[in-house]
């Protein structure tokens, strides 16, 4: 039986398949291989929020499927983050839906918008997810080139205006992953007009919303006038509380998306484990939270400052990012992303992510995930420091 349908046969071959083989065939051979490839938290989730779930999970009240709309009172967390954090009024019964995760919410955004022959616009380089859900549902990406030269947002006027009147969704991720860029309100200001004029839904990944440098705090898309009529937001509890295995995250803001993503949802999934939603609420709202994120910031923007310094002194020109858990640097000429990446393993046994994984636009650039130990990263970027220089 081999009838895949083509959606599947039609997949992009797995990007970091050959340097996933490389790693085991490294470890294998013993080498010491640091990795600094994947974007997930190594410290564990705090304990506050682990004592709630403990508690949680021994109620037999909370063992039956969940309400369709989430908990009430997951809902009422979130909005009440966005009134301290952001500033933004949501209606907890119809502006706020909890997701498996917000992979799950953004993956599935498309099949409420899209139908076939339809564009959606998508950032390059950029989490693959948004790309891969267009042609899930019959449309076709549009690339958005996010450039060093206009700080990593894309350039909105130069769409083309057949393309931007097909449109149904522009995805946009700030702080953003890959390249640890952070949007200005302007910018968002832009983005909604854009969307009001050609009535297309923004749909904003916000995976980092709590992850700012030097004081910097990320800005929800939702702070922008009018956004609520244009855009959705999805947050997710995975990087901001180190709970990526838990899998709870939300979609907020346009009541339309949020309602047709809900009836999307209902007909496939069954919610999230009541438990994990009232760990949800405890992350959320418990006064801890506060001392939590902040030493988060600090370990990470340690790290950041070790990585930036080492690329410094090797000739990198590299300015520390303001968000997120990466670093996005070029390759050495002479080098492809995926050849750079490959050398320095060979050499120095350190993983680096391809530029080119995420994209076409990504091609000439290498990620660094700050998500290992102080001094394993030191270590990494010593290694790298004796084999590579940036000319
Ligand atoms: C990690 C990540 C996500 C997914 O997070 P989950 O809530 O764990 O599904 C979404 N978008 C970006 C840009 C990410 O880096």
């Not at 009430?72 to 209606?91: K, M, P, S």
């Amino acid at each position: 039986m081999d009838r895949l349908s083509e959606r599947i046969r039609k997949l992009p071959r797995y990007l970091f398949a050959e340097i996933d083989k490389k790693v085991k065939a490294a470890r294998e051979k013993g080498v010491d291989v640091i990795s600094l490839g994947i974007g997930d938290p190594d410290a564990p989730t705090p304990d506050y929020i682990i004592k709630r779930m403990q508690e949680e999970v021994a109620r037999a009240s909370n063992h039956n499927y969940p309400p369709d709309q989430g908990l009430a009172e997951f809902r009422q967390a979130v909005a009440d983050y966005y009134l301290r954090r952001h500033g933004v009024t949501l209606d907890p019964q119809h502006e706020v839906l909890p997701l498996i995760g917000s992979k799950e919410g953004i993956a599935h955004i498309a099949f409420c918008f899209t139908d076939a022959g339809d564009v959606n616009l998508v950032p390059d380089p950029g989490y693959p997810v948004y790309g891969i859900s267009t042609l899930f549902a019959g449309g076709t990406p549009y690339l958005l080139p996010l450039l060093q030269e206009n700080a990593f947002l894309p350039d909105l006027e130069s769409i083309p205006v057949e393309i931007a009147r097909k449109a149904k969704i522009m995805y946009l991720n700030y702080p953003n992953n890959p390249t640890g860029a952070v949007a200005p309100l302007h910018f968002f200001r832009q983005a909604v007009e854009f969307a009001r004029q050609y009535n297309l839904l923004i749909c904003h990944d916000a995976a980092y919303s709590e992850i700012g440098y030097d004081h910097y705090r990320p800005i929800s898309f939702l702070e922008a006038e009018g956004a609520r009529d244009v855009a959705i937001e999805f947050g997710s509890l995975s990087k901001t509380f180190n709970m990526t295995g838990w899998r709870l995250g939300y979609a907020v803001g346009n009541r339309t998306a949020v309602e047709a993503l809900y009836r999307f949802k209902t007909n496939l999934d069954s919610g999230v484990f009541k438990a994990i939603q009232y760990a949800g609420v405890e992350a959320l709202v418990n006064p801890q939270r506060e001392e939590f994120l902040r030493s988060m910031r600090e370990l990470y923007q340690r790290r950041r400052d070790i990585a930036v310094k080492a690329l410094s002194e090797a000739g990198w020109p590299v300015e520390p990012p303001r968000g997120t858990i990466y670093l996005w640097a070029p390759v050495p000429a002479g080098f492809t992303s995926a050849e750079f990446v490959s050398h320095i393993l060979d050499e120095t046994g350190v993983v680096l992510t391809p530029g080119r994984g995420f994209g076409e636009y990504g091609e000439g650039y290498f990620r660094i995930a700050l998500t290992v130990a102080e001094e394993r990263l030191q270590e990494a970027m010593e290694r790298i420091k004796k084999v590579a220089k940036f000319n």
